[in-house]
């Protein structure tokens, strides 16, 4: 009977209520023939079918199913209140669902006072009564009650916060975030827009909330490694780097390609497991030099007091509508709300609502990257996406902007204001943030005084490919070569993405000679080149890494510079807190091909469909390995799941100048899980990226404008976008200044 009710919720959780029902009716069987109708497991599956029915809309038999299981588990618990409680949580969840909300309330209360007795307020079940409570008020419009009862969850969630991150792995402190943190949020989003009409005070906790939350997981994740490198505990030391070699060990499991899938996936499984552990106990251990996780004391005030006359901090919350109608369920819509605070603000923030925002994520984003692509000049875009938000910044000179969900995928400064003919740079000085309280919190420990590492013109036939274009001419391996050549015939031309490599359409899988890496990722990284044989080498960043090198050179700041077969994965993964790291290459982004994965489940990670190709990736893909004279232990393919185990603590800026290095899968509240994410949970305060595939000689003199402006004085923000603006006079089109955005401190 266990097991069988053991699938049974299994399948109800995965949506499968047909066949949940009937394992449910068996294993109710089986214990009413051995224990009898009065068991607790009896009762326990009278609650399942409770909230199963609840879920198929087959309401009168939910709500049959649930008083009787009331019935049963009142008589079978004893002074289990604690378990109790779900059979009245699931029965009134059937009557707000059939539109019966005073039987709703008076069920939900019940389970409510039941948990405090059984489990107390602190217990998580507690914060879900308290949430229904709220919907269930906000229905019956006793807004207030409302109110307090979120305000009660959210203290609730922000004690587990505190009590339970040090002790999750980052895959469980994201399963708690977007299971139950961030949906619940999102509902009081809805509350506010709907209540601050005649409250408007209330705006500022949806500001405060925000200060709490966004980037909640990297910001814990951070705090970990940073507590354990500072603690001078030796073996606590020693453990976190058995853990990044564990880490390690998983990148080359996914990179494997000499196995079955069904084999690599089950070791990597195992693997993964052992790495978790080992990243709980850390994180436990590590709790004792952590400061809390969650620090819910900043408020929009504190942001304020950093502000000069003339500036403002802009924070972006993206999130579905929900009404609290019928149980209470999130809509098709999502909306977007700008909460603005400027020096001059008084009793609370600002808010410009957007309510357009499936279409901003899906349409418009779309015009606006075709609009980059073509060269096409638009200002639709500006009308769209920052048009609402500057009319509520008159006087304004200088924003602190903090984007969420698609405001992560679109290059701010390169949107073009109907009304003046200009871009949004050339009308106010936007630096992009994490989250405002970055203005409050941030403590930056980069060390000047640090050696730079600038790494550029990579290889890519280093290795296999080289010594056989030696030994060999007129051969295949020579025809790959030659497409694998500079092009110096174009200067403009020369892009630096795998989509953009230069190169004829020969037979890209005969390169791939047996698999060297994975089949699923492999495909899309070759079907990603397919107008290509092979990456072609990229001069312009040859001569960026060597005038970069010059004016650290004048400076006389440390600098170490690795170039063409020097530009290995291997010397960046050695690297140990540089000041800056710079790496001019190609870069790629593979969109998510579910249809194509189906077998394996690893190559939809985000981290792994993004990455840097350094010397000797042409070797790789092409003969499985990079050299068969010279060990390698790497691939020449720094995936973004390998950066985050980078040292970088103490980094001040990592530069990725490389094809659309700041593209990922958005997760909203959470930023880009990418390249970016990957970077920042390394320790790099800022980082400039990419958001499109980008021109080898405009990027070139863009990043030695960025170097010139920034060793000479000005702060990186000032730096970059000067070096923008010195662009943009010599090539008009956005498509050649505006690609890179900084991000960070």
């Known amino acids: 009977g266990s097991d069988m009710y053991s699938l049974a919720i299994s399948q109800m959780r995965a949506g499968k209520y047909k066949e949940a029902e009937k394992n449910f009716q068996t294993a109710a069987s089986i214990y009413q023939d051995i224990l009898g109708r009065e068991s607790i497991y009896y009762a326990r599956i009278l609650q399942s079918l409770t909230y199963l029915y609840t879920k198929t809309r087959e309401l009168d038999k939910a709500k049959e199913t649930g008083l009787e299981a009331i019935r049963l588990v009142e008589a079978a618990s004893g002074d289990d209140l604690h378990q109790v409680s779900f059979a009245y949580y699931n029965l009134g969840d059937a009557y707000f669902t059939d539109g019966e909300i005073d039987k709703a309330a008076n069920y939900h209360e019940e389970a ?58 980052e895959d469980e402190k994201a399963k708690f975030y977007y299971n139950r943190l961030r949906p619940t949020f999102e509902q009081f989003n809805s509350f506010i827009v709907e209540t601050s009409r005649d409250d408007k005070a ?77 990243e709980r106990t850390l994180s436990r251990e590590s709790a004792v030099f952590a400061q809390t996780f969650a620090n819910n004391d900043l408020t929009w005030q504190d942001v304020q007091a950093k502000l000069k006359p003339g500036e403002a901090a802009v924070e ?77 910044l008159q006087g304004i000179e200088k924003v602190y902007f903090s984007p969420d969900g ?48 600038l790494f550029g013109y990579p290889n890519y036939n280093m290795g296999a490919i080289d010594s056989k274009t030696e030994e060999t001419e007129g051969t295949n391996a020579s025809s790959i070569t030659e497409a694998a050549k500079e092009d110096r015939s174009v200067g403009r031309g020369v892009s630096r993405g795998a989509r953009g490599a230069r190169g004829a359409e020969d037979n890209l899988q005969s390169l791939s000679r047996g698999g060297s890496i994975p089949r699923g990722l492999r495909g899309n990284l070759l079907r990603y080149m397919r107008s290509n044989q092979m990456l072609a080498l990229l001069p312009g960043t040859k001569l960026e890494v060597n005038l970069i090198d010059s004016l650290y050179g004048i400076k006389q700041l440390p600098v170490t510079t690795y170039l063409s077969n020097d530009a290995l994965e291997d010397s960046i993964k050695k690297i140990k807190s540089p000041r800056t790291l710079h790496i001019a290459t190609h870069g790629f982004f593979l969109e ?34 990079i050299s068969e004279d010279v060990r390698h232990d790497e691939d020449g393919i720094l995936t973004a799941y390998e950066a985050m185990n980078l040292k970088l603590d103490g980094t001040e800026l990592v530069v990725l100048s490389a094809c659309e290095t700041g593209l990922g899968e958005v997760k909203n509240g959470e930023g880009v899980y990418g390249l970016q994410r990957a970077f920042q949970v390394a320790g790099a305060e800022a980082i400039i990226m990419s958001m499109w595939t980008v021109d080898d000689a405009a990027t070139q003199e863009l990043m030695t404008n960025f170097y010139e402006e920034w060793l000479s004085g000005k702060d990186k923000q000032t730096a970059f976008i000067t070096a923008q603006k010195r662009l943009k006079d010599k090539w008009k089109s956005p498509y050649y200044w505006g690609a890179f955005v900084m991000v960070g401190n």
């Open 202 to 278: 209330l705006i500022g906790d949806m500001y405060n909330y925000q200060l709490a939350t966004k980037g909640l997981i990297l910001s814990a994740t951070n705090k970990v490694r940073e507590s354990i490198m500072n603690s001078g505990d030796t073996t606590l030391i020693g453990n976190y780097e058995t853990w990044v070699e564990q880490k390690e060990k998983l990148a080359k499991l996914f990179s494997a390609a000499d196995m079955p899938v069904e084999e690599r996936n089950r070791q990597i499984d195992s693997l993964s497991q052992l790495a978790d552990d080992l």
């Open 406 to 453: 698609v405001f992560n995928q679109i290059s701010i400064y390169t949107l073009r204001n109907p009304a003046t003919g200009k871009f949004t740079i050339d009308e106010m000085e936007i630096h992009v943030v994490n989250n405002t309280k970055d203005l409050v919190a941030f403590n930056g420990s980069s060390q000047p005084g640090n050696k730079s590492f």
């Open 592 to 625: 998510s091909d579910h249809d194509d994965q189906t077998k394996d489940e690893y190559v939809q990670n985000p981290l792994l469909r993004s990455g840097l190709i350094l010397a000797g990736a042409n070797s790789f893909i092409s003969e499985g390995q």
């Open 316 to 392: 972006v919350v993206r999130f579905r509508d929900f009404t609290p109608d019928s149980a209470g369920v999130f809509t098709d819509e999502v909306y977007y709300a700008a909460l603005i605070v400027t020096s001059e603000t008084t009793d609370y923030p600002e808010m410009v609502l957007m309510r357009n925002g499936k279409l901003m994520e899906s349409k418009y984003l779309s015009n606006y990257r075709n609009a980059i692509k073509y060269k096409v000049d638009e200002d639709f875009s500006y009308r769209l996406f920052w048009r609402p938000i500057a009319n509520r």
């Open 112 to 169: 409510l006072k039941l948990r405090e007795k059984g489990v107390g307020k602190n217990h998580a079940d507690y914060a879900e009564s308290t949430n229904k409570m709220a919907i269930l008020n906000w229905n019956k419009d006793k807004l207030e009650d409302a109110l307090g009862l979120y305000r009660e969850t959210f203290a609730n969630y922000f004690d587990q916060i505190n009590l339970i991150f040090p002790i999750l792995s």
